[in-house]
């Protein structure tokens, strides 16, 4: 079966504090694609990072980080040095693209709030 | 979001009043989705098109009907409304030639009294 689980649903920090969100993921295939998306208050998707099963180097983007461990089916994100503009929803997805649809399997998301 | 319009942004509807949803699109990508987003349960996949004059069902597609009559455009219907599709739905396109990440219009929250 297809998952995505995002066990914390709410998340606070005080600014300037590391956090890590959770991602937890099933697939049926060995080829799959996961990704985060930020969902501000303004309420629209920006999409974050995309990563392929394959590919299980961790990745830096400026505060941002991700790691991806096949062994515990985990994609993790951990902002460093939090910020009052990292509030928002932040979403897991998978996608498994063998079974041509490329439709995006999402989480119930995180919500973070990031406190002055 | 550049590339993706969603007409449109907000609107209220009465129980059993029908209505149309619009994507548009100008980025000539073959794959379009819909995705309602509801409190506590991230976005679900209601309708999807792989080309022009297809589309297919996805996860919570009872209540809805779509139409791909041109590339650029994916429709979502709703042809008797019902308080349960009270929702944020969301477009999304994807080039899948050229293997980018879908991209997502900014939203259309639809209330339905």
């Known amino acids: 079966a297809q998952k995505v689980t995002q066990a914390q649903t709410e998340i606070s920090v005080v600014e300037k504090e590391d956090v890590t969100l959770d991602c937890v993921y099933e697939t049926r295939d060995t080829t799959y694609y996961l990704f985060w998306y930020k969902q501000p208050p303004s309420g629209e998707l920006v999409f974050l990072i995309r990563?392929?099963?394959?590919?299980?180097q961790n990745e830096i983007s400026g505060r941002y980080s991700w790691n991806f461990q096949k062994s515990t089916s985990s994609f993790n994100f951990t902002i460093t040095a939090s910020q009052v503009v990292d509030s928002a929803v932040y979403f897991c997805?998978?996608?498994?693209?063998?079974?041509?649809?490329?439709?995006?399997?999402f989480g119930t998301g995180t919500r973070l709030q990031v406190f002055p | 979001n550049a590339g993706v319009t969603q007409t449109p942004k907000f609107r209220v509807l009465k129980t059993g009043q029908s209505m149309t949803l619009l994507c548009a699109q100008d980025?000539?990508?073959?794959?379009m989705y819909w995705y309602r987003q509801d409190p506590g349960m991230g976005l679900r996949l209601i309708h999807y098109s792989v080309g022009e004059g297809t589309t297919a069902k996805g996860e919570v597609p009872d209540g809805y009907n779509v139409s791909r009559l041109k590339k650029q455009n994916f429709l979502l219907g709703l042809e008797s409304a019902a308080p349960s599709q009270t929702s944020v739905y969301f477009c999304a396109i994807h080039d899948r030639v050229g293997d980018q990440p879908q991209h997502f219009g900014d939203g259309t929250r639809l209330s339905i009294l």
């Open positions: 980025m000539n990508h073959e794959y």
């Open positions: 997805a998978l996608s498994e693209p063998f079974y041509n649809t490329d439709k995006l399997i």
């Open positions: 990563r392929n099963s394959f590919d299980e």
